[in-house]
């Protein structure tokens, strides 16, 4: 069986604020029991991803929007 999902995340502020910083801990993990066969991550506004895996072998995605933003 092959799924496809698509997930939203939105943060939508009252007053701009400055400087996020963001992780994000959703890629799926493959191991014997499932494969994740392709996993994309969009942000916006556009930003510098890096990206690292835990102790638990979880892949944990970062990154950071500077300046004033509402969204």
Same mark, same amino acid.
Request: net charge negative; charged share 25%; aromatic share 12%.
């Given at each position: 069986?092959?799924?496809?999902?698509?997930? /939203?995340?939105?943060?939508?502020?009252?007053?701009?604020?400055?400087?996020?910083?963001?992780?994000v801990r959703m890629q799926p993990r493959? %191991?014997?029991?499932?494969?994740?066969?392709?996993?994309? /991550?969009?942000?916006?506004?556009e930003a510098k991803l890096s990206s690292?895996?835990?102790?638990?072998g979880n892949t944990i995605h970062t990154? %950071?929007?500077?300046?004033?933003?509402?969204?």
């Open positions: 069986m092959i799924l496809a999902v698509t997930h /939203l995340t939105k943060y939508q502020y009252s007053e701009p604020i400055t400087d996020s910083v963001m992780k493959s %191991d014997d029991q499932q494969r994740c066969l392709r996993f994309k /991550l969009k942000v916006s506004p690292y895996e835990n102790y638990l990154f %950071d929007i500077p300046g004033a933003h509402d969204q």
